[in-house]
């Protein structure tokens, strides 16, 4: 069986060189093949063919360090050896130098932003402690990330598991783009928790039918606002490490997009991310979290991809070719996340006061979070909806009893002046992080009069 296994890997390398594969994603294959072929098996043809290139990058890389005379190998404009720029540009970015903002950043992100971001990872998620993950990969936001996920994973036809209620965006990047089949279950149970049953049954069926399967944990989720208990977050850690044991490759795609905005004591306060890191050479746990809403910088776009793989020999050397990999996805997708953006983001978070202003602002959407709560316990909204659990992000839902969600959102806006969104024939997400405290009273009494227009 073991000289099975060792001559498939060795058929599978030289199948691919003979597909005329650049050299480059040779390597990298050969490196994550030694390392744990299942992660091999996992990569889609794209990730499989995918690399970071040398060429013209590693050109002007060794230019920079030898080329004492002259250097022509850089694709931007100079003067007088300084970044040609307009005055009217960099007189609107303050004390930002224009090499720190002008310049193209690497396809991999700027190091000291990747290290301060591991660096805040491992202080948020104690699960992650002493355990080895890779050095996080810069993405142009988390939709992007995604993105790139599905190039590394997906092939057509791949099932990825979703929850019913779901950002609607996973149906146009997976399955519109990357022909992907959605597979969904409940998101709660009868008892307002997480439905643990039908998760594992989820994942139990599409299992027995799929050697690979792809699933997507959002937590806190959008669009409900709800996020796991430690109970259940343990135990959706534990299932998907039970179904790679017992045979299956599993991606497990944390969108932490919300983490860290958890509002109640029972919530778990982490991600579950640090509890499959390392654990099993069939699962591939991949944290997708960023700065555009932890950091409240949405339209800056910068968000990180890391992964919390197992392999045997050097995980240094593994994670690495994992990263190029990656790095080169981002290369041949939109060659690099905005460096301005980046260094706004790194010089915030050196900032002797972020702490306290990410604290603040928490507790900012905290009490607005505890309001909307306060105000829905009214029993005078019982007839017109009924609202889904929720204790974290940005979001809630309702329930309509009676009226048409799309309905209802039109007339809001019409008759009242009111936006919310409609989700299917009867949900409503309200965001009450764009919500003052006082006007969420208002907002509320505003859908019940207007489902009771609709129903009277």
């Known amino acids: ?70 250097n022509a190998t850089i694709g931007i404009a100079t003067e007088k050896g300084k970044i040609m720029c307009f005055p009217s540009v960099m007189n609107q970015l303050g004390g930002v130098k224009p090499e720190e903002a002008l310049t193209y950043a690497s396809s991999f992100g700027l190091m000291d932003l990747r290290k301060t971001w591991k660096e805040y990872m491992f202080k948020k998620n104690p699960s992650l402690n002493g355990k080895n993950i890779s050095l996080p990969i810069v993405a142009s936001g ?68 799929n050697s690979k399967i792809v699933v997507i944990l959002n937590f806190p989720n959008n669009p409900t606002g709800y996020a796991v208990s430690k109970t ?14 017992s045979g299956t490759n599993v991606i497990a795609v944390c969108d932490d997009a919300y983490f860290g905005l958890y509002y109640e004591e029972e919530t778990m306060k982490e991600s579950i991310f640090g509890l499959m890191a390392g654990t099993h050479e069939r699962l591939i746990p991949m944290k997708l979290d960023g700065a555009t809403k932890e950091n409240y910088v949405w339209g800056l776009r910068v968000a990180f991809i890391t992964y919390g793989l197992k392999a045997k020999g050097d995980m240094d050397d593994f994670n690495d070719a994992v990263e190029r990999k990656t790095a080169g996805c981002i290369r041949g997708n939109i060659s690099n996340a905005p460096h301005l953006s980046q260094t706004i983001v790194l010089k915030s978070m050196q900032d002797k006061a972020f702490e306290e202003e990410a604290s603040e602002k928490f507790e900012i959407l905290k009490k607005r979070a505890n309001r909307v709560k306060e105000v829905i316990k009214n029993p005078k909204y019982e007839k017109a909806f009924t609202p889904y659990p929720f204790n974290s992000g940005y979001f809630m839902c309702v329930q309509l009893k009676e009226a048409n969600a799309e309905k209802l959102r039109v007339h809001l806006l019409e008759k009242y002046g009111v936006g919310v969104i409609a989700l299917g024939e009867k949900n409503i997400r309200v965001a009450f992080s764009c919500l003052e405290e006082e006007d969420i009273q208002t907002l509320f009494d505003c859908i019940l009069d207007a489902a009771n227009d609709l129903c009277s």
């Open 232 to 245: 259940e977050g343990a135990r959706i850690a534990e299932i998907l490490t039970e179904t790679a044991k």
């Open 1 to 70: 069986m073991c000289y099975a296994l060792m001559f498939s890997g060795i058929n599978t390398i030289n199948n691919l060189r003979e597909t005329h594969m650049n050299p480059l994603a040779v390597q990298l294959n050969e490196i994550i093949e030694k390392g744990n072929p299942h992660v091999m098996d996992m990569l889609s043809e794209i990730g499989k063919k995918i690399f970071f290139p040398k060429g013209i990058l590693s050109q002007s890389a060794e230019a920079r360090e030898k080329a004492f005379k002259l």
């Open 142 to 209: 988390i939709t992007h990330a995604i993105s790139i996920m599905g190039d590394m994973f997906i092939n057509p036809g791949d099932v990825v598991i979703v929850p019913d209620m779901m950002w609607g965006n996973y149906n146009m990047i997976l399955a519109t783009r990357k022909n992907a089949r959605l597979s969904s279950y409940p998101l709660f149970n009868d008892n307002g928790g997480y439905n643990l049953e039908a998760f594992e049954a989820k994942i139990k069926a599409e299992a027995s039918q």
